[in-house]
Structures are given as structure tokens and as C-alpha cells.
């Protein structure tokens, strides 16, 4: 059995990975940690086989306000915690990233590929790869450090732009019909991957994501099908739409943005859930 640390409470990620691995009757012992305890920093970490870290700001502002926050908890704060889990012989240390690192989405084709440099655009993005890089300096053959740098993840009650989309799916009647591509990660796909991060005891980085890409307009489609809707697809506004590119609400739901499928194979199957069935999960 192994044991497993989640440090950050109550996030959508966090929650649902334990529930996957009590439903799937997968043999970890799970507890949590409340970073916003301020006694965070007496619990004992010794025992644990690997710490998953899902505390942090997951969606990015381009408040400069905010700038100084973004940095401390998701740069300084998970340097705190893993430096501690490893003073601690924790045997492996996970870690949220995003594709953010490599920048905004574009109105043309974007691949990532293994050859890809990350390339912030905002401080958000920046955040996540400083936390990166100090983690790498922490990694050792005993202190496994796993990054993954996740694409938009979504789920039944998931946050941000998904159910976003889903509600103008469920409402409007007509939709822009502009094609794009976008890398996406159902949450029982990426709860799988850090099952098996966890049980096979990896390291590196990862870039799990679905088996189909998405097109936006698909995706609007096929939420509006499972509920019994149907939405009317126009090409007439994209002109309009393209002007308007430079928006991030626009760019957020018409760019491309994806990872080379190579990247995204490993030596075990993670892709449990196809994506017609992953939104009848999401949706119903």
C-alpha cells in the first residue's frame, strides 16, 4: 500500500483524485494537509511514499496586483513544502504545472513538441515554471520530483472555462464555427496518470492529455447533443472573431493550443475515457 500526502485542501483536483481511488478500490492510503494552517510546517511528512502538491492558483490573472501572490504561493510556496518533504526521506514529490509555461494559445496551428522551450507570456505561467525549476534542483535518485504540465482539465463540477462553455452550449442557439485545436485532460485521465505516477514511483515530466484533440465548436456540439439540444453552426462572425484575437476571453476559447501526441504516450495507459463519454460524465 502506498501512502500518499495531499498538501492543499479542497481543490477540484485534490478532491477528485481521492475519490477516483476510493471508487476504483485503488490501494493508497490518502491523507490532507491544510496549507492555510498556519502550523502546516510541524506535520510530519515522514512515512509518506509520495506527496501530491495541489495547492496553488490555478487560474491566471493579469492583475498586477496579484503578481506578488502568484509568485508566493505557487513558486515559493511549493519550494517550501517539497524542500520539507524531502528533509523528511518522502520518496516522490508531484507537482501541478500547465502548458501556460510555453505561452498563450494562437489563431494559427500550435504544436508543442519535445523540443519546445517553455516560454512564459504572463506571470501566472512564470510562476509555474520558477516552481519548476527549483524543484529540479531539489531532485535526487531518493527525491523523485514528477511535473506535470497539464493542459485545460475538466470534469463534473470542474472550474474555469469549461463550464463556461457549457453553459452557452445549453443556451445559445448558434455558435461560431471556427476550427482550432486545443490539448484537453478529462479528470479520470488524469487521475489514472498519477495513480500509476504514484504506483510505478516515476519521475519527470509528463504531458498527459486526452487521445482526441478538441475543436472548440465540437466540443460546444457535443454538450449540447448530451443534453437533448442542438446548436446552429455559423462561419459568418469569424471575421469579426479573428480581429478580435488579441482579447484573452476570445483567445481562451478559439486558439490552438496542443501537445505532439508522441509526447503524451508512456509505458503504462492512462487514457481510460474517451472524449463522447468523458462529457456524458461531465454533463449528465
Known amino acids: 500500500m502506498k501512502k500518499v500526502l495531499i498538501t492543499g485542501a479542497n481543490s477540484y483536483i485534490g478532491t477528485s483524485f481521492e475519490k477516483y481511488v476510493k471508487e476504483n478500490n485503488v490501494d493508497f492510503e490518502i491523507d490532507t494537509l491544510d496549507l492555510l494552517d498556519p502550523k502546516w510546517e510541524n506535520y510530519d511528512f515522514s512515512g509518506y511514499d509520495s506527496v501530491f502538491h495541489v495547492a496553488g492558483i490555478a487560474h491566471f490573472s493579469k492583475d498586477e496586483s496579484k503578481k506578488e501572490l502568484y509568485y508566493k504561493v505557487n513558486t515559493e510556496l511549493t519550494e517550501e513544502v517539497a524542500k520539507i518533504a524531502k528533509q523528511q526521506r518522502v520518496n516522490q514529490f508531484i507537482f501541478m504545472s500547465s502548458i501556460i509555461v510555453y505561452g498563450d494559445s494562437t489563431n494559427s496551428q500550435r504544436i508543442i513538441t519535445k523540443d519546445t522551450q517553455p516560454s512564459p507570456s504572463d506571470f501566472y505561467g512564470d510562476s ?26 475538466y470534469g463534473k463540477g470542474s472550474k474555469g472555462n469549461y463550464p463556461r462553455l457549457s453553459k452557452l452550449s445549453k443556451t445559445l442557439p448558434i455558435f461560431p464555427k471556427i476550427e482550432n485545436q486545443r490539448s484537453m485532460l478529462h479528470i479520470d485521465n488524469l487521475c489514472e496518470c498519477i495513480r500509476q505516477v504514484i504506483e510505478r514511483g516515476e519521475s519527470g515530466v509528463f504531458f498527459p492529455q486526452n487521445k482526441e484533440y478538441v475543436c472548440t465548436y465540437e466540443l460546444v456540439g457535443e454538450i449540447a447533443a448530451s443534453q437533448g439540444k442542438k446548436v446552429y453552426l455559423i462561419s459568418v462572425f469569424n471575421p469579426i472573431i479573428k480581429l478580435l484575437f488579441g482579447l484573452d476571453t476570445v483567445k481562451k476559447v478559439f486558439g490552438n493550443l496542443v501537445y505532439d501526441q508522441e509526447m503524451s504516450h508512456y509505458d503504462f495507459d492512462y487514457q481510460v475515457t474517451d472524449f463522447e463519454e468523458s462529457i456524458r460524465l461531465t454533463e449528465r
Open 128 to 153: 509555474k515554471w520558477q516552481a519548476e525549476q527549483r524543484l529540479n534542483k531539489l531532485s535526487t535518485p531518493s527525491f523523485n520530483i514528477v511535473i506535470l504540465r497539464l493542459p485545460m482539465i
